[in-house]
């Protein structure tokens, strides 16, 4: 059982928010932090930052909570 479920349901949420801008911006080059002010406003580089923080706990994290990969002699 995981210990922080919370933090890996939050930084899941915002790695698939991440993902999902990085579709929009190559299929239509539309990204979402324009609805924040772009990248030059705060907000969006406060997003931006949280979703690569997101992505380096998911790395560091993966192979202890995920049932493919974890102990069970995946990856």
Do not use: P
């Amino acid at each position: 059982m995981m210990k922080n479920k919370g933090l890996h349901m939050v930084a899941f949420l915002l790695l698939i928010i991440g993902g999902l801008n990085w579709l929009l911006v190559g299929l239509f080059s539309w990204d979402v932090g324009v609805l924040f002010g772009g990248m030059s406003a705060m907000v969006s580089r406060v997003i931006y930052v949280l979703v690569g923080l997101s992505a380096l706990y998911i790395l560091a994290t993966h192979k202890s909570c995920c049932k493919m990969c974890g102990t069970s002699g995946g990856m």
